[in-house]
T-cell receptor
Framework: AQSVSQHNHHVILSEAASLELGCNYS??????LFWYVQYPGQHLQLLLK??????LVKGIKGFEAEFIKSKFSFNLRKPSVQWSDTAEYFC????????????FGQGTTLQVKP | NAGVMQNPRHLVRRRGQEARLRCSPM?????VYWYRQLPEEGLKFMVY????????ESGMPKERFSAEFPKEGPSILRIQQVVRGDSAAYFC???????????????FGQGTRLTVV
């Protein structure tokens, strides 16, 4: 079945540690890729997106993600996390030929200890 | 420019009642998407609407669920005869254009948490 998989369900880090959250998808063809963040009690916010071009995408708040087409991956990274990064992170895929709907991964809860 | 507004934020219904969830898209956005998040799961697409049209309802349950986006007013997700399994967070997203129109970034509302007792 076509899907989006986030490998880490729950991640706990100390402040200043480096972060990498995995995301793999199983769709063939052209895709658009997204990472969203949901802070406690708030709406989903877009961190970054990849449509085409440079596979290394920089987003807000120091986040970046790398699209590796051969691995069907779009991993999220941040070199040094802060306590304020505590949130839930969602990877999502939009098939370019589709109606614009997003297919989400299960989400990763990140807890950063001060 | 207000974001996507959903109301109510929390809704409690008894089994068999109807639930109506409202979504006002961002100003200038004519494309609305509804997603459902069940406990311990990611968001699942339900339906995609443009003004007065349902474009893609492939994620909608076949019975009891309906959605509309009238010419005037918010988009409504309606669940008739709710059951405990309908308890979830329902998110609405809007975008200024649809696929193939250059900008398909979706902006999300804060969600409506439905609890069926």
């Amino acid at each position: 079945a076509q899907s989006v998989s986030q490998h880490n369900h729950h991640v706990i880090l100390s402040e200043a540690a480096s972060l990498e959250l995995g995301c793999n998808y199983s769709y063939g063809g052209t895709v658009n890729l997204f990472w969203y963040v949901q802070y406690p009690g708030q709406h989903l916010q877009l961190l970054l997106k990849y449509f085409s071009g440079d596979p290394l995408v920089k987003g807000i708040k120091g986040f970046e993600a790398e699209f590796i087409k051969s691995k069907f991956s779009f991993n999220l990274r941040k070199p040094s996390v802060q306590w304020s990064d505590t949130a839930e992170y969602f990877c999502a895929v939009m098939r370019s030929s589709n109606t614009g709907k997003l297919i989400f991964g299960q989400g990763t809860t990140l807890q950063v200890k001060p | 420019n207000a974001g996507v507004m959903q109301n109510p934020r929390h809704l409690v219904r008894r089994r068999g009642q109807e639930a109506r969830l409202r979504c006002s898209p961002m100003k200038g956005h004519s494309h609305v998407y509804w997603y459902r998040q069940l406990p311990e799961e990611g968001l699942k697409f339900m339906v995609y609407l443009q003004k007065e049209n349902i474009i893609d309802e492939s994620g909608m349950p076949k019975e009891r669920f309906s959605a509309e986006f009238p010419k005037e007013g918010p988009s409504i997700l309606r669940i008739q005869q709710v059951v405990r399994g309908d308890s979830a967070a329902y998110f609405c997203a809007s975008s200024p254009g649809g696929p193939g129109q250059g900008n398909t970034e979706a902006f999300f509302g804060q969600g409506t948490r439905l609890t069926v007792v």
